[in-house]
């Protein structure tokens, strides 16, 4: 459903996303994972037609995203990283709003925001403005205009960010349960989340895929037989990389100095 080839997005001299291809099937859970400055939330981003690509393709449900972005974004639920909302509306306001962009009417419309607010658990702050919920509701709120229109796809950029634990763990439980009959990217820094709601997980740094295979076959890369360890391996080796590059052009720069 989701099928990204060779995905390239460049930032002036940068390239944060350097020529990575994978897919997602329908009823698969995807779990995105790389150091902060990997480029996670500008691939999700280039998915969702946020942003264009400098290079490659994404297609969403045989959709182009260039090509064909209403089609595309009509199949795609988004939730953006840090959850952006309009904090001077009410709950339901804001849940009428989202079903308005989506062109929900009449009983479909109803039905669909009443859907939300029970399984996002948006009963007791309905008539509350946003700027006055906490940042557990806040999320949750966020969370159900991305569901709202019952994508088939759905791009979840840090999805528990913030959250306490009972409240990360009904997220978790209601990612597992969608993704039984949708496609869904989410990243996370949070490990334990790929084991315990992930079918496979991807693992990128400086830009490329640098793993990709189900949580048991990643945590069999690693003498401990653990996630944590294995991602800490496969990404400190870019570190140590990097590291040696910048002491070499240190080095260059202070003898370049010197002859000065």
Do not use: W
Request: with cysteine.
């Amino acid at each position: 459903m989701i099928k990204v080839e060779a995905l390239t997005r460049s930032f002036g001299a940068k390239r944060a996303v350097d020529d990575i291809s994978f897919e997602v099937a329908r009823g698969e859970v995807l779990g995105f994972l790389g150091p902060n400055g990997a480029g996670k939330s500008t691939t999700m981003r280039m998915i969702t037609g946020f942003i264009p690509p400098s290079g490659g393709k994404v297609s969403v449900c045989g959709f182009d995203v260039v090509d064909h972005p209403l089609e595309a974004k009509r199949r795609i639920g988004y939730l953006p990283e840090s959850a952006p909302s309009y904090s001077d509306m009410s709950v339901i306001s804001f849940l009428n709003f989202a079903a308005d962009m989506r062109g929900l009417q009449g009983e479909v419309r109803k039905q669909a925001i009443r859907r939300v607010v029970q399984t996002c658990h948006l009963d007791n702050v309905l008539g509350q403005t946003i700027d006055t919920l906490s940042k557990g509701f806040r999320h949750r709120t966020c969370l159900a205009q991305s569901i709202i229109h019952d994508p088939e796809v759905l791009i979840l950029d840090e999805p528990t960010d913030g959250l306490d634990p009972n409240q990360k763990h009904e997220v978790r439980e209601l990612i597992r349960t969608m993704g039984k009959t949708k496609a869904i990217i989410f990243s996370t820094h949070i490990l334990e989340e790929v084991e315990a709601v992930c079918d496979r997980a991807i693992i990128i740094d400086r830009g490329r895929i640098v793993a990709n295979g189900t949580p048991a076959e990643l945590k069999a890369g690693a003498p401990s037989g653990r996630l944590e360890d294995f991602f800490r391996s496969i990404t400190r080796r870019s570190e140590e990389h990097t590291s040696e590059l910048q002491s070499h052009l240190n080095l260059v720069c202070r003898l370049l100095l010197e002859k000065k």
